[in-house]
């Protein structure tokens, strides 16, 4: 986990509320990532940034925005929350856009009643 | 369609023993793959890649093969011991969202002493 910090750790909301997760990295590298991870279902994409304002669409990217206004932040924004988005969620990073190895942060619990 | 097939039921094997976690795929023809470990609570951590062009790599007590004629990963610990227990994920390269990672839902090891 380091080098990489996510905010919240854990959040419960209502559905129909609008949530942002923050990642914060130290470590200068240009890809950031978000996945969601579910039982069985591992660990899904649902947007990555290959710069500073240079973001593109996963897997699960439904319901979903992200901005990177600073190399060090990315953020994931969900416009109002369902309670199919309860799920925990991933930033990491990466150096460059293929066979990169990633490195995770330590993961939010998203609850969304 | 496209799938990564991990063993889905938990591996428990007893402490010394060799430990082989399997990684199946469907509909990918990943360049690489990469494995790794995830402890309850925290964010995955890289372990090994492994290219199309190499039958093995070896780090540690660690060993991957891959075979891209069956469409198979393996990935070996020896002399295992009870902190290997983790789960195990594997993960490839999906050229249909630019060469992002797409994992698997990975497999529990417990190592009993």
């Known amino acids: 986990d380091a080098g990489i910090t996510q905010s919240p750790r854990h959040k419960v909301t209502e559905t129909g509320t609008p949530v942002t997760l923050r990642c914060h990295q130290t470590e200068n590298h240009r890809y950031m990532y978000w996945y969601r991870q579910d039982p069985g279902h591992g660990l899904r994409l649902i947007h990555y940034?290959?710069?500073?304002?240079?973001?593109d669409k996963g897997e699960v990217s439904d319901g979903y925005s992200v901005s990177r206004s600073k190399t060090e932040d990315f953020l994931l924004t969900l416009e109002s929350a369902t309670s199919s988005q309860t799920s925990v969620y991933f930033c990491?990073?990466?150096?460059?856009?293929?066979?990169?190895?990633?490195?995770f942060g330590p993961g939010t619990r998203l609850t969304v009643l | 369609s496209q799938k990564i097939e991990q063993n889905s039921e938990a591996l428990n094997i007893q402490e010394g023993k060799t430990a082989t976690l399997t990684c199946n795929y469907t509909?990918?023809?990943?360049?690489?793959l990469q494995w790794y470990r995830q402890d309850p609570g925290r964010g995955p951590v890289f372990l090994l890649l492994?290219?199309?062009?190499?039958k093995e790599k070896r780090k540690e007590r660690l060993k991957v093969t891959f075979d891209t004629t069956l469409k198979q990963s393996l990935f070996h610990i020896t002399a295992s011991q009870p902190a290997d227990s983790a789960t195990y994920l594997c993960?490839?390269?999906?050229?249909?969202?630019?060469?992002?990672?797409?994992f698997g839902a990975g497999t529990i090891l417990r190592v009993k002493s």
């Open positions: 993960a490839l390269d999906n050229m249909e969202y630019g060469n992002k990672l797409v």
């Open positions: 492994i290219r199309e062009n190499e």
């Open positions: 509909n990918y023809s990943p360049a690489y």
């Open positions: 990491a990073i990466g150096t460059s856009g293929n066979s990169d190895t990633q490195y």
């Open positions: 940034s290959y710069g500073v304002k240079d973001t």
